[in-house]
């Protein structure tokens, strides 16, 4: 009797890893639950549920039978199609990973994330930061803990290592000089645009609108940017995300407020530009890890571009005036010229995610700051309100009126997910990189915006990112669709023009 063929080392892997990423959806989707339908008394069971799967996949793809596989396979490169040997590279990375830290440690991480979670939920409601900090103090020692064994492993610093994690190839080398920047140019332009809007008329009050009658527009909102209701569902929670890695699964949040309904809509611009760059994954090399996003800058960058760029556009903005009226009624409250108004003017709240345009990356620099002085003991999570307050002072002008306004804001701290936020204005950056070459690639893909028809603005993306998936790195990425490596100066040119060169908001 014959012995099957054993699959090559390369294949093993796949499987492996493969089999990880399954895991992980699975993980996803129990988040999603956690932070959607769950009731509150499932904290304790969903960070028990939320632990052992992060303990298992760690195991898997951190274990030295992963490492012979891996070391079989790259022996064999030579004989490899490009593909494969880019998703060699992704699982040798994923693998470094995992094989830093013991899956233990990875464990209790996930286990006190899932508990912090709804912890800051409830201090967030009550204004209570004296009910964050201490379970956050006890989460920042295991961060610290896996940031330091991952920087000896990468051969970086601990906050370089777990932004790596979220975003490879985007480094503080690359971060420093384009924050450094930002935060010369946008205070300045900040005041500028502030004064030349101080003679604008108040916009007619949005709201109030029903929840119903949002649902009702996000739904679609999310149809006009290429869900299908098929694949796809919308619901409510407190922070807005969107959930990754289930191909064909659509599923993203948004949070209803019947005095703002703005906020419902352009947090459903912004998630439904995450769900279509997941969407547009090549599906072949679902679970792969060359098939995963390519980082989170990229990622951002296709959920703003929807809720910045062109969510923000006057060619939009001309489609949704009409659509807004049709669905919630009121009048004039929805006319183009109060519409633009209200969506042009400067934020002056302390909200990251209702900010407006300019103000948005300094919210990011403010929290790339404090989280890198958190890591290295610079701050202690009792010191974090009042540093908060004067940051946001020096960056924005302004500070929080409590603490659930300020430090308390963002769900990212209690999820353990140091070393994110820097994405977001990175993010920003090469949104505006993006479709500053898609518009000018395209002469037709703003009057289509304003049909509501975002067709050719994905018609040059998902070639030239989407389909692309990890199966290169970051730079090449770019510079294959732009031209030029990722900078501040299409974001620059944009907000100028846009703030300051374009005709007065409500002036039509």
């Not at 195991?59 to 022996?75: K, P, V």
């Not at 949104?431 to 898609?438: D, I, S």
């Amino acid at each position: 009797m014959s012995v099957p063929a054993q699959p090559d080392p390369y294949q093993r892997a796949v499987k492996r890893f493969s089999r990880a990423a399954k895991l992980g959806a699975a993980r996803s989707l129990l988040n999603w639950d956690a932070r959607t339908y769950m009731p509150p008394g499932g904290a304790w069971a969903r960070g028990e549920e939320m632990a052992t799967l992060t303990e298992v996949v760690a195991e898997l793809i951190g274990s030295r039978a992963a490492d012979d596989e891996l070391s079989e396979a790259e022996a064999m490169a030579g004989a490899l199609a490009p593909d494969e040997r880019a998703d060699l590279a992704e699982m040798r990375r994923l693998f470094i990973h995992a094989a830093a830290v013991p899956p233990e440690l990875l464990a209790a991480k996930a286990r006190l994330a899932e508990r912090l979670q709804a912890v800051w939920a409830e201090a967030r409601r009550e204004r209570d930061f004296a009910r964050f900090a201490a379970p956050f103090a006890e989460l920042l020692v295991v961060i610290r803990e896996i940031a330091a064994a991952k920087a000896e492993a990468l051969g970086t610093s601990p906050y370089g290592a777990l932004i790596d994690e979220f975003d490879p190839g985007v480094g503080e080398a690359m971060i420093e000089p384009v924050f450094a920047d930002l935060a010369s140019f946008l205070p300045p332009l900040l005041a500028e645009v502030r004064e030349r809007q101080a003679v604008w008329p108040a916009p007619a009050p949005l709201g109030p609108v029903a929840a119903e009658r949002q649902a009702a527009l996000a739904m679609r909102l999310a149809e006009a940017v290429g869900h299908l209701p098929e694949h796809m569902r919308i619901d409510a929670t407190l922070h807005p995300f969107s959930v990754p890695g289930m191909p064909g699964d659509v599923r993203f949040t948004t949070r209803y407020e019947a005095a703002n309904p703005r906020f419902s809509i352009m947090a459903v611009l912004h998630e439904a530009g995450h769900a279509m760059y997941e969407l547009g994954l090549p599906r072949p090399l679902a679970f792969r890890a060359a098939g995963q996003a390519r980082g989170m800058t990229v990622h951002e960058s296709q959920s703003l571009t929807l809720e910045m760029l062109a969510g923000r556009s006057r060619e939009f903005l001309g489609f949704l005036a009409p659509v807004m009226a049709e669905t919630f009624g009121g009048g004039d409250t929805w006319s183009f010229a109060n519409v633009l108004n209200a969506w042009r003017r400067l934020d002056e709240g302390v909200i990251r995610v209702e900010a407006d345009e300019i103000a948005y990356p300094l919210h990011v620099i403010l929290r790339y700051r404090l989280e890198r002085a958190l890591l290295a003991g610079e701050l202690t999570p009792d010191d974090l309100p009042g540093a908060w307050d004067e940051l946001s002072e020096a960056l924005l002008g302004r500070r929080p009126a409590n603490v659930s306004e300020g430090c308390l804001q963002d769900i990212h701290w209690a999820a353990g997910h140091i070393g994110y936020f820097p994405n977001y204005a990175m993010g920003a950056m090469l949104a505006a990189q993006f479709f500053e070459r898609a518009t000018a690639d395209d002469p037709q893909l703003l009057p289509a915006l304003s049909r509501g028809d975002f067709g050719p603005y994905f018609a040059w993306v998902r070639p030239r990112i989407h389909a692309r998936a990890s199966l290169v790195g970051v730079e090449a990425l770019v510079r294959d669709a732009t031209g030029a490596p990722l900078s501040a100066e299409a974001f620059k040119r944009h907000v100028r023009r846009r703030y300051l060169e374009e005709p007065l908001g409500w002036r039509v």
